[in-house]
């Protein structure tokens, strides 16, 4: 008889081995809506387009920075810390196994938001940004699933936390 074979054995073992899939579902997720978002900005957007008159508007921006304006030109350092977040994310996976959902659906759009950039600056040595609200920075969907991954580590840290 297989040790896991138990009553409940292969439940757990099943519960143990696919509990990293809302990680992997946000990474992927992200990742691909960031990339085919991406893919039509370069294939079709050849001018600004008004969504909402001085509100929102989709405008093609080669960023060769992060986020804000900061590290502008400076490609090679923002690969190393993006493969360090991916590093960190792989030596961690354990504690990423182990936590909440909105822990691991945090870290998997983290992840995912990531490498999207990461993508565009291997390719293109600048990330695609095409969301303009006009008073903010122009930024991407890679930005906005890192933004909302932060959000959520954030509320799964304090929920732990009392």
């Excluded at 093609?60 to 690969?79: K, S």
């Excluded at 940004?129 to 304090?158: E, K, M, R, S, Y």
Aim: hydrophobic share 60%.
């Amino acid at each position: 008889m297989h040790p896991l074979a138990g009553s409940r054995g292969l439940i757990f073992a099943f519960r143990g081995r696919f509990n990293l899939q809302r990680f992997w579902l946000a990474a992927l997720l992200s990742l691909l809506a960031d990339q085919a978002s991406k893919s039509l900005v370069l294939k079709l957007l050849f001018r600004e387009i008004t969504i909402l008159p001085g509100v929102m508007a989709f405008r093609y921006v080669a960023n060769p920075g992060a986020a804000f304006g900061l590290l502008v030109n400076q490609t090679q350092l923002l690969i190393l810390l993006t493969l360090g977040l991916g590093l960190a994310i792989v030596v961690g996976h354990q504690k990423i196994r182990a936590a909440n959902a909105c822990f691991q659906w945090g870290v998997g759009l983290l992840f995912g938001g990531a490498l999207g950039n990461l993508i565009d600056r291997l390719r293109f040595g600048y990330v695609v940004d095409f969301i303009d609200f006009g008073f903010w920075p122009v930024f991407n969907l890679a930005d906005t699933a890192i933004v909302f991954g932060v959000v959520l580590v954030a509320i799964a840290v304090l929920r732990s936390n009392p």
